[in-house]
């Protein structure tokens, strides 16, 4: 794994997680990093079915009704986050940077496209062709969305961040207009490759690319607890 760059990075993964249990620890560790008690972070996770509504969320993005959620047991949460409404679920890895961008010039437009960037590279790290579109957030690989970023800072701490379809179930993603387009399917690595990868192996890419990007030196801490305590 690259140690390139100066500044220390703490990377975790937590491997499968309640969507609520991880929100919840984002915000304490941007509570820790804001008071310079911790180093900037990236969490890396995979989510049980949940669907979340961003800020930007239009109500029409769900094309179910909230009762048929309950129904089928599926979480939904309005948050924090910049965009619009998406789902989350095994098979997808998400990564959260809890990072400080007073070190980055509070530039959130930067910061936006330089996540496009990190997956990216990621991508061509399994030999994946990726691109942006003009006007959108994300990241697309022969016109299917494979990543969906949604942000939230507070006092220039960035939390939320990026969710990478690996093999995660597109069914689910029939249940919402995603990120609120329609123009555009959904795809996952594993559809267009017809391969199979680890998350954990796609973590290490990413970790790798991120490292690269923000100019990071990585430390790995397997246990959360080292910083907060409290978590079960």
Not at 156 to 172: E, M, Q
Request: with cysteine; glycine share 6%.
């Amino acid at each position: 794994m690259s140690m390139a760059g100066h500044k220390k990075l703490m990377i975790f993964n937590l491997g499968l997680t309640e969507y609520k249990n991880t929100w919840d620890i984002q915000k304490k560790l941007v509570s820790l990093r804001a008071k310079n008690e911790i180093d900037d972070c990236l969490i890396f996770t995979e989510h049980y079915p949940v669907i979340t509504m961003g800020r930007g969320t239009s109500e029409k993005n769900l094309l179910v009704s909230r009762e048929e959620l309950i129904r089928r047991a599926l979480p939904l949460y309005e948050i924090e986050r910049g965009g619009d409404i998406t789902f989350h679920g095994p098979g997808q890895l998400v990564a959260y940077p809890i990072i400080d961008l007073n070190n980055y010039g509070r530039n959130m437009h930067w910061y936006l496209r330089q996540l496009e960037q990190w997956i990216i590279l990621t991508l061509h790290k399994v030999n994946l062709k990726a691109e942006i579109k003009d006007g959108l957030t994300g990241v697309w690989v022969n016109n299917y969305k494979v990543a969906a970023i949604g942000v939230a800072v507070k006092r220039w701490i960035s939390y939320h961040g990026i969710a990478l379809n690996v093999a995660v179930d597109l069914n689910y993603f029939k249940l919402i207009n995603p990120c609120g387009i329609t123009n555009y399917p959904v795809g996952s690595i594993q559809t267009l490759t017809h391969k199979k990868y680890e998350l954990e192996t796609l973590a290490e890419c990413m970790a790798e690319s991120f490292s690269y990007i923000f100019k990071y030196k990585i430390k790995l801490l397997e246990d959360i607890r080292i910083l907060i305590p409290e978590i079960s």
